[in-house]
């Protein structure tokens, strides 16, 4: 069998490590995991976005000592790139959010954990080498919340990430098509594809089951996966959460607090007039509202009404660490990915992860030094110009 390092040998960035995560995997996940709503035209917008700046690099500065590290929400960092939260990661590979939490740990940066995590609160807790975040959803069962909270704090997550972005789910036609279910159910159409990536079946057999596991044991949700996945379905979606929700929230969590699901430089500045320590400018990385505005575009209106009240971290499209700089240099104290270091878990567990971090680490340390910024503080939006 070819080891974890064997198989990154040839990749030599995130790309490349997407690119072989998705060939490990079933169609059916891995369109799970890449796809977005309807036309996916957000998902595309997120990352066309980046072309629209031109980098204006000053000359003839001393960058011999340079260093990556910043401070959000309270948590120092080695690098401004945090993990987003994303469900059931065990589908990518059978250690799932636990693996992805000690990659970033030893890379020195902030690991969020999913409500929906296929690895629990305490589990992920127990094998993090790092900072860990909590990120929840407006639930319509508040004593739910309560419990996650508790849970969360208990377990020593430092900040929650509170995702506003989903009063419905968007409609990701992929998974329509593909008959994506959790857990997954084989069809005929499905099954072959599935034979021919024996690795990831071996991982699904042998690993543990595939559920939503901060929801096993809560009495009455059940255990299994299809009935806490009707559970989640239904508790998850809130047309009714609002601003009092927020509120609500906010006074029952007493660590930083960041709210994602922001496009608005209006609703930035509510949410931080709500008690709100950060932002997490985000689109849910073009799964819930085909259509909406890219992350990076809506970047610069949401900074400038924030003032430097809060923290904010944009959320989507980034693949390079070019892309770190050019958010960083509008304003931003961070990014944060989703979708690259779970292609990274697929394709080769937790040094997948770490891979992808250590490539875009990289990558921003000699885009600094080539922009003559010897650090994420001196970039501004002096060095941008938009693309001709």
């Known amino acids: 069998m070819v080891g974890p390092s064997r198989r990154l040998g040839r990749t030599v960035n995130v790309a490349d490590v997407m690119a072989l995560g998705r060939r490990r995997l079933p169609r059916l996940v891995a369109e799970f995991i890449d796809g977005g709503a309807e036309d996916e035209a ?7 976005a980046f072309a629209d700046w031109d980098f204006a690099p000053r000359a003839l ?4 000592r340079r260093s990556l590290g910043v401070t959000v929400l309270g948590e120092p960092l080695a690098l401004p790139v945090v993990l987003s939260p994303t469900g059931l990661a065990r589908l990518a590979h059978r250690e799932g959010e636990a693996a992805a939490a000690r990659a970033a740990g030893q890379a020195g940066t902030a690991f969020t954990l999913s409500t929906g995590s296929s690895c629990s609160i305490e589990e992920v807790a127990s094998a993090a080498a790092g900072p860990l975040w909590f990120q929840l959803y407006l639930w319509r069962d508040r004593a739910l919340v309560e419990q996650l909270l508790d849970r969360a704090a208990a377990a020593g997550y430092r900040a929650l990430v509170l995702t506003v972005d989903v009063p419905v789910m968007g409609r990701r036609e992929r998974d329509v098509r593909n008959g994506m279910t959790i857990p997954p159910r084989f069809t005929p159409a499905t099954a072959l594809d599935v034979l021919r990536r024996p690795a990831w079946l071996a991982g699904l057999v042998r690993g543990p089951s595939i559920t939503f596991a901060n929801l096993v044991g809560v009495p009455g949700r059940g255990r299994g996966a299809a009935e806490l996945g009707r559970y989640t379905n239904e508790e998850l979606v809130n047309p009714g959460a609002d601003w009092e929700t927020l509120a609500w929230v906010r006074h029952r969590w007493s660590g930083p607090l960041a709210v994602k699901g922001i496009l608005r430089p209006d609703d930035a ?10 932002i997490v400018v985000s689109n849910h990385g073009g799964r819930q509202l085909d259509g909406a505005l890219p992350a990076l575009r809506a970047l610069p209106a949401v900074v400038d009404a924030v003032g430097g009240r809060a ?11 070019a892309d770190v700089a050019k958010a960083l240099a509008l304003g931003a104290k961070a990014v944060s990915i989703g979708r690259p270091y779970l292609m990274g878990l697929a394709a080769a567990g937790e040094p997948g992860v770490a891979a992808v971090l250590r490539m875009l680490r990289d990558e921003l340390d000699s885009t600094l030094a080539l922009l003559g910024c010897p650090s994420p503080s001196g970039l501004d939006r002096d060095l941008l110009v938009p693309a001709g």
């Open 311 to 321: 923290d904010v971290i944009l959320d989507g499209g980034v693949r390079r660490g």
């Open 61 to 64: 500065v001393g960058v011999a």
């Open 42 to 48: 957000t998902v595309a917008a997120n990352r066309r």
């Open 269 to 278: 500045r509510r949410a931080v007039d709500a008690g709100a320590d950060g």
